[in-house]
Structure formats: structure tokens, C-alpha cells
């Protein structure tokens, strides 16, 4: 026997006995998903989490030892094999976003040795006519400057945040709980044939809800007035600057801008003296600030100009001490770099006699 009933057994105890670690591990993890890589960069998303429970484990574990394709002597084993046991879902609505998330992903969680993490791509559809199952798989860790306080026991916990578009959700999940349980009995060929009918609706689906915000964009450009939210922010100032990566950020910054009332195009036009297109003197703007930043030491945060930052460095001059005021309260990280830098602009200006 590939996994022996002991192995299972002791196993499913052990995870009993560490289960509230795998639950807080997959809720920070989720929460730092949610926060700074989907809300941050006004990314439209559903961040889930869960923990497998042992009941699921020990389901697993039997399933393997009857296939007998996976050897685990021993209850070490066990857990180096299954690095599942907590898990992040991002399911983006727009299927454009998924490339981004999992940068973002990547960036901002580390692997076991704490270097970048490792993603793995997986679209059976193009070997298999029949399976649409779509999505990225990354196993990450939290990096070392998260592992604290009530985190420090959870430094060698792998957690796999898959990504994919809500509608490749919908179809990985029905045919997961109708296909993948023994259980459940083998497909019928009608069964099989109706998931290749949802498969296809799930394709066409992706590129329907892609033509729906864009006309949703469409109109929000031109019915004007006030952002109704921050992804509307993003549809109406984001052709001010082409070529960017506009919504990188967009999150922090449409909401540090709230409270002092530039909550209209208009109105950050008043602030903003340059013609459109913005990119190349916002460019400028960035990388002149961002050598600032360096030259002083400042490395806190970051300038990046493939960002909402090039509207940012372009308020700056104008608004820097009235957002310093306005977010003194302020508790989401993203707004915290906001004020970081429009600190050290000021900092810099007062030094240069600019203020």
C-alpha cells in the first residue's frame, strides 16, 4: 500500500492538532490579496479562502491509497505532497486581469527559500478538447516582514492562491464536484457532453462580460459629474496617460484624494497644469522624483511610473500638504504610501525653497 491506514490516520491527527494555523494563514493571506492586490489596483475580483478540512484530508488521502499512484511512508510525507491544505481563490470578472493578479501575486508573497514564487499556468483545453478547467496555481508564503506577531507560527506554511475569471470559476467548480469524487460514479456521455457545452458558454461568457464593461466605461465617460467609484475613476482618467498601467495603484489614490474633494475630471484638471496626453510628462515628473527619493535614502516606498503614480507626482505640487493632512487618520497601507510620498515632497520642495 502506497499510504498506509497509520499513515492516514496519524496524518489527519496531526492536522487537527495545526489547523487553526492553515485558517490563519489562508485568512492573511486572502485579506493581503484583497486589500493591496485586487481593491489596491481597482481590480474587479472575488477573493475566497478556505482551509481544507481533515474530514476533506482524510477523503484525499483514501482516495490516493486506492489509486495507488502517490507513495507517502509516513505522516512527514503527507504533508510535503499536499501543499493545499490552505488555499486563496481570486476570480477575476474580466479574464484580462488574471495575468495581473498573478504579478501582483508574485510580487508581494515569496516562496519557501524567500525568493519570488513560481506560478504554473494550467489551460487543459488546449490538449483536450473536452476540459475548459483554466486557472494559475502559485504556492506562496508569507514573506519575513509579515511573520509577526500572531504570524510567527506560520513561517513554513505553504499556502496555493489560484487564479482565474469568474466565469472559468463556474466551470472548474461543477466539474470538479461532478467529475472529480468517486463517489459521484463516472460521467455519462450526455453529462460530458452538457460540460462541453458549459465550457464553451464559459468561453464566450469571458468575452462578453470584457464587452460589457467596456461599454460601461463608454458610458461613464460621457455622462461626466463626479466617479461613482473607483473603477469608474480608472475608466475616465486612465486615456490621460497611454501606455500605462494605470489602475497599478489607482485604489489608494482615488481614495486619498475623497476627502479634499477632487472627485471629478474636472476638477483634477483645475490641479493638473499639462495638456493630454500626460505619459511623458508624468514620466519625467516620476523619475526625477523617484532620484530624489534615492539620492536622500528614502526607500520606504517607491516611485513607479507604470502607474496611477504619474497622475500622483503630477498633484503633487499643488496638493502635497493637503493630502498629508487629509490622510494623518488613515489605515490602509495604500494610503499610507500616498502620504509617505507626498511627505517627502514636501521634504524636498522646503529643502529647494519650492514651498
Not at 134 to 152: K, M, N
Not at 181 to 189: D, I, M, R
Not at 327 to 351: C, K, N, P, Y
Amino acid at each position: 500500500m502506497t499510504i498506509s491506514d497509520d499513515t492516514i490516520k496519524k496524518a489527519v491527527q496531526r492536522y487537527h492538532r495545526e489547523y487553526d494555523r492553515y485558517l490563519k494563514l489562508c485568512a492573511r493571506v486572502a485579506e493581503i490579496c484583497r486589500v493591496e492586490v485586487v481593491e489596491g489596483n481597482a481590480i474587479r475580483a472575488q477573493v475566497t479562502a478556505r482551509a481544507k478540512s481533515p474530514k476533506n484530508l482524510e477523503g484525499k488521502l483514501r482516495r490516493f491509497a486506492a489509486a495507488g499512484k502517490k507513495t507517502m511512508p509516513d505522516v512527514d510525507a503527507v504533508f510535503e505532497q499536499i501543499r493545499d491544505l490552505a488555499g486563496v481563490r481570486i476570480a477575476t470578472y474580466e479574464q484580462r486581469h488574471e495575468e495581473q493578479v498573478v504579478q501582483f501575486v508574485c510580487r508581494r508573497f515569496v516562496d519557501s527559500s524567500a525568493r519570488p514564487p513560481v506560478r504554473e499556468r494550467k489551460d487543459k483545453n488546449r490538449e483536450n478538447p473536452a476540459n475548459f478547467y483554466r486557472a494559475t496555481h502559485i504556492e506562496v508564503f508569507l514573506p519575513p516582514s509579515d511573520i509577526l506577531g500572531t504570524y510567527t507560527n506560520v513561517n513554513d506554511v505553504p499556502c496555493e492562491v489560484q487564479v482565474c475569471s469568474m466565469m472559468a470559476h463556474v466551470w472548474n467548480e461543477i466539474e470538479h464536484d461532478l467529475g472529480y469524487k468517486p463517489s459521484a460514479g463516472c460521467l455519462s456521455e450526455q453529462e460530458r457532453n452538457f460540460l462541453v457545452t458549459l465550457g464553451n458558454s464559459v468561453r464566450a461568457g469571458d468575452g462578453t462580460i470584457a464587452s460589457l464593461f467596456a461599454e460601461t466605461e463608454r458610458r461613464q465617460k460621457e455622462q461626466g459629474g463626479a466617479f461613482a467609484d473607483v473603477y469608474d475613476f480608472v475608466a475616465r482618467v486612465r486615456g490621460w496617460f497611454p501606455g500605462s498601467d494605470f489602475g497599478r495603484h489607482a485604489g489608494a489614490l482615488f481614495e486619498a484624494l475623497q476627502p479634499i474633494r477632487l472627485v471629478t475630471p474636472d476638477g483634477i484638471r483645475k490641479v493638473v497644469d499639462a495638456p493630454e496626453p500626460m505619459t511623458e510628462v508624468g514620466l519625467s515628473a516620476a523619475k526625477e522624483f523617484a532620484a530624489q527619493l534615492v539620492s536622500r535614502g528614502e526607500t520606504r516606498f517607491a516611485v513607479e511610473p507604470n502607474s496611477s503614480d504619474l497622475l500622483l507626482v503630477l498633484l503633487l505640487p499643488k496638493i502635497a500638504k493637503h493630502l498629508i493632512a487629509s490622510s494623518l487618520d488613515a489605515t490602509s497601507e495604500g494610503v499610507t504610501r500616498v502620504r509617505w510620498l507626498a511627505e517627502r515632497f514636501q521634504e524636498i520642495a522646503a529643502t529647494e525653497g519650492k514651498v
